[in-house]
């Protein structure tokens, strides 16, 4: 290892300087003094010639003590600068100073998770003086926490927790990823086992969505320390399949999508589950659910295999047209209420999908579908989804 490191020592791959939080994104003249231009070899010898002038590093966010927060962000150049989030309120412009910064006070907010972007003359981008960001395929998305008095369910709280273990499967020209959190116990009863939730992200999100924005692994936590929920096992898969299965917009790629996914999530995920880890057997047994566009590929999936799943579950579900989408769902009501142990699903009242969810409320009340539907505050964001997971969690696996 000593001379692994001298090695890089000698080529030079440690004295080249970083970007510091405080840089210019709006000018790419300013390249940090030091960094050798494109085609230039940096060797050992330029090491002592490196000045960089001191830029005055941006506080962003800055959480006032009346939850008012402030955003900034360093970009001289730039003719408009806006910031979008997961509040309610909308766009904002920021304001720029005689120092290049731009700014904009906002709140004050209720306590909870934002996420929330830049514009820097229409380029969407994360806050770079905040470490904390979402996790998601194409990262320009960083996190506001704005804390609450007494702790909320999602938030860490001294309670037993489960372990959230990160799992690659594939081949290598395609490697897929899993993220699996069992309950509190789960290392220390060798004969225990338990039922099964498929959690699954929304368009452009990832397996660590939901852990790292969503929180689930806390939410379970503080659940069960309330005794609100049974024990359980949730898996969250990468629900984006490989891009030669089609990822576009047009409705035959959407399709080709759902089917790559499906047959990635029942005949790879779901075996490798129950291989690795303590499952209980059968549908009733497992439960299926998701937000937006994992919210459709759950009802989707749930409802044409309620043989594999008898509890389904949607959060501000895209699901196309409900009638053609669950046309074997709805053809027998009989047997599909007596599969389905649960089908819940949710939707916040400013929510731009809200229309297909009440369509879908609507047709199943038609086809005699037991079912159940809540419409509740917000629109299509985190905010909505961590009180749906609150929601949910108590509802699976009640026994009979």
Known sequence: ???FLRSLCHAGALALPL???GADLSNPASRPAGVPKPGVTAGITNVTAIRRPL???VLSPELLPDRRVIFRVRA?????????????NGVKQLAKDASGVWSVTLGPLAPDLYGYSFFIDGFQTLDPANPAVKPMRSVRTSILEVPAVDPLLHDFQNVAHGTVRQHAYGSRANLRHLVVYTPPGYDMAPASRYPVLYLLHGSGDNESTWTGIGRAHWIADNLLARDKCRPLIIVMTDGHPPASSGTGTAPESRGQALAA???DLLEETLPFIEANYRTLPGPTNRAIAGFSLGGGQSLIIGLNHPDLFAWVGGMSAAMGNPAETFRSALADAPITNGRLKLLWFACGKDDFVLKSNQQ???LLAARGIRHEFAVTEGSHGWPVWRRHLVDFLPRLFAKD
């Not at 001289?76 to 309610?88: F, K, L, M, Q």
């Open 55 to 57: 830029v005055p590093v």
């Open 360 to 362: 879908l409320d609507a």
């Open 19 to 21: 970007c510091a939080a």
């Open 261 to 263: 996914f499906q047959r």
């Open 1 to 3: 290892m000593k001379l």
């Open 76 to 88: 001289s150049n730039a003719s408009e600068v806006t910031i979008t989030g997961e509040w309610t």
